[in-house]
């Protein structure tokens, strides 16, 4: 059998052994399962999809702002040019201006800010139409950003929900656990918890049909033999991968 000092325990108390086993198998399962939900990949797919359309509604809105300044700008714009013409066709029809050189110079520059007016009124029309289409792309975004703010809530229940419920669970096994090692020799505890650090979480194993359950490895004649020769309280070691083997009245001895 392996080497080691050797730990005397009631066959009693090494069955009991894989109870514990058993115990540390399903924590060993739920905190696995806690670090791999669904729910969290699925919370932090939407997060990313949220955050990402949050950025893009500050762009829209940055965008949407950029474009009502330079429509204010066109406006005002306007105001001066629809102001000298006004008061230049006044002057005209009221025939305020007497000398005719003059005048003709005015009709000039009253037709000159007339296609000034119509270019500046273009331009503005064009702003108007982008403000409206930047208006519309903001309001498209700001609503996919209201969808995704409430699935990402949506999904945090969800995450949360299941993240309590195996809390809950772990935390009854634990207390479980806890309960039945302190009933078991603190020896055979001791090298339980060694061997299961170093061989995937399973510290001791049943020899059932002569087969160690760790492993899954058959013993061969001469091992059988060692396993039957030694005393019912000596805690023996799988020969092959060295877990406890925890002998019962399935084990073919």
Known sequence: ??????????PADQARLLELQAVDTVLTQLRHRRSHLPEQERFLKVRAA?????????????????????QSKAEADLVPVRERRQR?????????????K???????????????????????LE????????????????AKVTELAEQLAGVRQERDAVATQI??????????????????????????????SSHSGIGA??????????CQIDANAADLRAYAEAPE??????????????RSDRSGL
């Not at 702003?127 to 700001?142: G, K, L, N, S």
């Not at 809950?168 to 299961?196: G, H, N, Q, V």
């Open 127 to 142: 702003v108007m139409q982008e403000v409206e289409d930047a208006t519309t792309m903001r309001d498209a975004v700001r």
């Open 50 to 70: 949220h955050e990402q359309a949050t950025e893009e509604l500050v762009a829209a809105d940055t965008r949407l702002s950029d474009l009502e300044l330079v």
């Open 88 to 100: 230049n066709q006044q002057r005209i029809d009221d025939g305020s201006v007497a000398d005719p």
């Open 167 to 196: 809390d809950a669970e772990a935390a009854t096994r634990t207390t479980e656990r806890d309960r039945i090692a302190a009933e078991l020799p603190p020896a055979l505890i001791a090298t339980y918890d060694k061997l299961r």
């Open 102 to 124: 003059a005048l003709a110079t005015m009709i000039d520059e009253v037709e000159h800010l007339g296609r000034r007016i119509s270019t500046l009124e273009d331009e503005e």
């Open 1 to 10: 059998m392996a080497r080691g000092i050797i730990i005397k325990a009631a």
């Open 205 to 214: 194993a049943e020899l059932v049909h002569r087969r160690c359950s760790g």
């Open 233 to 246: 309280d000596e805690v023996i070691r799988c020969e092959e991968c060295g877990r406890i083997l925890v």
